[in-house]
Nanobody, 116 residues
Framework: EVQLVESGGDLVQPGGSLRLSCAASGFTFSDYVMSWVRQAPGKGLEWVSN????????NYADSVKGRFTISRDNGKSTLYLQLNSLKTEDTAKYYC?????????RGQGTQVTVSS
């Protein structure tokens, strides 16, 4: 069974940093493109970033480009998202996501709140 467990979310001041992690199991992690998506209160899901199975190719939403960095450790089956220069508009629940057997799979998410 595919399992994705996100962690690392917290309350942080504007300008601060966080590192999110996603521990994956139940599938061959190194075979899959991995993504981060987020959902702000009262809004729909927003794609944030993705990374190729090898880790060599990354993509970012314009809203986070230059501030967030996605990475992965295939040996540990873990996905990361480094969040720097956080803004209040980054407040959201963050999820890691894969497309497995034609369906999107996400974990339970981790809450990031940016507030002074």
């Amino acid at each position: 069974e595919v399992q994705l467990v996100e962690s690392g979310g917290d309350l942080v001041q504007p300008g601060g940093s966080l590192r999110l992690s996603c521990a994956a199991s139940g599938f061959t992690f190194s075979d899959y493109v991995m993504s981060w998506v987020r959902q702000a209160p009262g809004k729909g899901l927003e794609w944030v970033s993705n990374i190729s199975n090898s880790g060599r190719t990354t993509n970012y939403a314009d809203s986070v480009k230059g501030r967030f960095t996605i990475s992965r450790d295939n040996g540990k089956s873990t996905l990361y998202l480094q969040l720097n220069s956080l803004k209040t508009e980054d407040t959201a629940k963050y999820y890691c996501q894969i497309v497995y057997a034609g369906r999107q799979k996400r974990g339970q998410g981790t809450q990031v709140t940016v507030s002074s």
